[in-house]
Every structure is written in structure tokens, then in C-alpha cells.
């Protein structure tokens, strides 16, 4: 994957430097943070440890709860379609707003906006034997979710992450984020996507390492409707009739960096995952797949799993 990688970048960058197309020239820079990711692995051992240390935190304050801590590096057909995917929108929005397009500069500012290259993932769940008669499991569930999430920002922050404000707003807020942290989090789960997607997120600067995290946080059914559930197919489903939409209103010819980020995503989408010869990588199909490289589902990394304490010892 990382020649693929490599000669991607490089033949973009050539074709950027011909046609002195500085979109193509961020893209390819891009592209470098996504290999500087997966050649230099070093720094992920102390930022996976620092945040390690919010999990054991956790299995002594909640024993009982089950949880689970995820990490992952974002996969190279997931962020080519991030990528691609904000120059639509950027320009669309532009254009509707502005009557014209933006110039060359305003889509590269833009860009900088990749901030969960690198994202962590906490979701708990509340086993049914600690439920008292009488109390919803959800309700409960959410209680400990917002509890944890107001440690979260204070507890990194000791550890060398500082927490990033948000782009959310609210006009009125009535879910569990205490005041200190509102400005941090966006939450999805008081204001779910229309995919109906739950979650809370939240974006660290990791001073140490450099470099910027995402942390989400969620329950184990909000963690299943985005995996399996409707969400899964949603967001994709949406995403493809969006992009025919701005398509039909930004006419070929007119913009060339939506012509060809329009182009690019559009192939991607359109992917035979069958065919691709990739080392550590096999699909029978989009469905059927064996990443073992990170190519479609992303690099894993940070695995810990906490099992709810005296659970067998009660169900029994």
C-alpha cells in the first residue's frame, strides 16, 4: 500500500508542479501525512500509553461497566474521499453563497481542516445484571457516557493533550456536558446526524507527539447502529445522491477542481475492492473483506477491552 501511496503522491505532485495547480500540490502533501503515519509508528507508543492510561483510570472508577478502547489511523480510501469530498462541498457552498468560485487560495485554506487522521474510540455498556428494577438501561448508560466524557478534556490535558474548541453550536443545550466542556465536544448524541448517527466527539492537540487526535465516545448500541446498523449504508447512500446534486448544479467545465475532485470521488465510489492486488489486503466483494493493512477500514491500533466485574458471578 505504501507504493501505491508513494507513487500517487509523487505523480500528483508532478502534475501539480506542470500545471501549477496548488490544490493537486496540498493533496499530495496530504497524501505524506497519511505515509509519515504509516512508516513512523513510533510516536503512536507514547500517545497509545497516555491515553491507556484514561482506560485503566476507568476499570477502577466503572468495574462494572464492559467497555472497549479502539484506535485506528484513518484508511487511504476513506481519507481520499474526505478529501475529495470537502472540495465539493467547499465549492458548492461558495458558489451558492457567492454567485462565483473560489479561487485556487481559498480552497487550499480550506483544506486544513484534517483533524482525525489519528482516532480513538471508547464505547461502554452497562451489562443488564447491574440494572436495579425499575431503571432504563439507556438512561443509565448516558448518565456514565457524560460522566466520563467531562473527565475526558482535564484528565489529557495532564498527559500533555490540549483540548480543541469545537466548530458546534447550540442555542439551547440540555444535554450532559457540564459548561467547562460544551465548547469542546460536538454531540451527536443530544443532536443526532440525520443518518440518525450518535456519538460524541471531541479533538485533541497531542503537544508531545505533534500532532492531532479524535476521541469519540459512545455506547455499544449507538457503536452498533454506526457499524452495522442503518448509518452504515446511510451516510454512503446520501453522500452518492448529494454529489450527483451539486453535479447537476456546478456544470463540467466551469470549476476545474470540482470537475476533478467530482472525478476522483466518484471512481472511488465505483471501487471493485475485488480486484485490488494489495499485500495484507482481500476482498470477495465490498462487503467481504479482510483488511489487514488499512486500506479500506484503517490501521488498528490501541486494542484493550474491559469485561463488567462480577458479572459471570451474577448472571450465574
Given at each position: 500500500?505504501?507504493?501505491?501511496?508513494?507513487?500517487?503522491?509523487?505523480?500528483?505532485?508532478?502534475?501539480?508542479?506542470?500545471?501549477?495547480?496548488?490544490?493537486?500540490?496540498a493533496h499530495s502533501n496530504f497524501l505524506m501525512q497519511i505515509i509519515e503515519l504509516l512508516e513512523h509508528t513510533d510516536f503512536?507508543?507514547?500517545?497509545?500509553?497516555?491515553?491507556?492510561?484514561?482506560?485503566?483510570?476507568?476499570t477502577q472508577k466503572?468495574?462494572?461497566?464492559?467497555?472497549?478502547?479502539?484506535?485506528?489511523?484513518?484508511?487511504l480510501i476513506r481519507s481520499e474521499e474526505k478529501f475529495n469530498g470537502y472540495i465539493l462541498e467547499y465549492i458548492y457552498d461558495f458558489y451558492k453563497e457567492n454567485g462565483?468560485?473560489?479561487?485556487?487560495?481559498?480552497?487550499?485554506?480550506?483544506?486544513?481542516?484534517?483533524?482525525?487522521?489519528?482516532?480513538?474510540?471508547?464505547?461502554?455498556?452497562?451489562?443488564?445484571?447491574?440494572?436495579?428494577?425499575?431503571?432504563?438501561?439507556?438512561?443509565?448508560?448516558?448518565?456514565?457516557?457524560y460522566e466520563i466524557a467531562n473527565k475526558l478534556p482535564e484528565f489529557l490535558e495532564e498527559k500533555g493533550f490540549s483540548p480543541q474548541l469545537s466548530d458546534a453550536s447550540y442555542e439551547v443545550y440540555t444535554g450532559g456536558l457540564n459548561e467547562?466542556?460544551?465548547?469542546?465536544?460536538?454531540?451527536?448524541?443530544?443532536?443526532?446526524?440525520?443518518?440518525?448517527?450518535?456519538?460524541?466527539?471531541?479533538?485533541?492537540?497531542d503537544n508531545l507527539t505533534r500532532c492531532y487526535t479524535e476521541l469519540q465516545l459512545r455506547t455499544k448500541d449507538m457503536d452498533d447502529y454506526a457499524e452495522i446498523g442503518d448509518a452504515n449504508h446511510f451516510g454512503y447512500e446520501k453522500s452518492q445522491e448529494l454529489n450527483r446534486t451539486r453535479a447537476d448544479i456546478i456544470?463540467?467545465?466551469?470549476?476545474?477542481?470540482?470537475?476533478?475532485?467530482?472525478e476522483r470521488l466518484i471512481k472511488l465510489q465505483e471501487l471493485d475492492l475485488s480486484g485490488v492486488d494489495v499485500n495484507m489486503f482481500k476482498a470477495y466483494s465490498n462487503h467481504l473483506i479482510n483488511d489487514g493493512c488499512g486500506l479500506f477500514r484503517g490501521r488498528q491500533i490501541l486494542p484493550f477491552e474491559h469485561l463488567s466485574r462480577f458479572q459471570n458471578d451474577l448472571i450465574g
Open positions: 500500500m505504501l507504493k501505491i501511496l508513494l507513487q500517487y503522491s509523487s505523480d500528483l505532485k508532478e502534475e501539480a508542479i506542470k500545471s501549477h495547480n496548488s490544490i493537486d500540490l503512536l507508543s507514547s500517545q497509545s500509553q497516555r491515553i491507556k492510561e484514561f482506560y485503566l483510570y476507568m466503572y468495574p462494572f461497566l464492559a467497555f472497549t478502547f479502539k484506535g485506528r489511523i484513518k484508511s462565483r468560485y473560489p479561487s485556487e487560495a481559498e480552497i487550499k485554506n480550506n483544506l486544513n481542516c484534517f483533524r482525525d487522521l489519528i482516532a480513538y474510540r471508547i464505547v461502554l455498556s452497562l451489562p443488564k445484571c447491574h440494572i436495579q428494577n425499575g431503571e432504563s438501561r439507556e438512561e443509565q448508560e448516558l448518565k456514565y457516557l467547562n466542556n460544551i465548547s469542546y465536544y460536538r454531540d451527536y448524541v443530544q443532536i443526532p446526524r440525520p443518518s440518525g448517527y450518535r456519538s460524541l466527539h471531541i479533538t485533541f492537540y456544470r463540467p467545465g466551469e470549476c476545474k477542481y470540482f470537475d476533478e475532485a467530482y
